[in-house]
């Protein structure tokens, strides 16, 4: 059984830093895809940003300036370094993962229509 669970949000003010984290258990072999989704009150849920293979992706691009992803195969962790929070981060943050063959199908996408989802952890952030 496939099991995400999310950990390490809080309540900071602008310009901190945190970190999340994300264990993921349940899958047979490790070609999964894997990323970082968040949710402000009346919007919809968001992709942040995933590991696809090698590669880290940002949505928009521009949190690579502040948010960095990173993967840990050996524990099958996946984290979240979050620098320089801002007002408008203020979300509920989740991971999702989903089974792939390829690291070239690792989508938003994908993650969203098809991918199992932790129970989330809540980042607020005052100016």
């Known amino acids: 059984q496939v099991q995400l669970v999310e950990s390490g949000g809080g309540s900071v003010q602008a310009g901190a830093a945190l970190r999340l984290s994300c264990a993921v258990s349940g899958y047979s072999s490790r070609r999964y895809c894997v990323g970082w989704f968040r949710q402000s009150p009346g919007n919809e849920r968001e992709p942040v940003a995933l590991?696809?293979?090698?590669?880290?992706?940002y949505y928009p691009d521009s949190l690579r300036d502040r948010f960095s992803v990173s993967r840990d195969p050996t524990n099958d962790s996946l984290y979240l370094q979050m620098d320089n929070l801002k007002p408008e981060d203020n979300a509920m943050y989740y991971c999702?993962?989903?089974?792939?063959?390829?690291?070239?199908?690792?989508?938003?996408?994908?993650?969203?229509?098809?991918?199992?989802w932790g129970q989330g952890t809540q980042v607020t952030v005052s100016s």
């Open positions: 590991r696809a293979g090698n590669d880290a992706l």
């Open positions: 999702a993962a989903v089974a792939v063959d390829y690291a070239a199908w690792c989508k938003p996408e994908r993650l969203r229509d098809l991918g199992r």
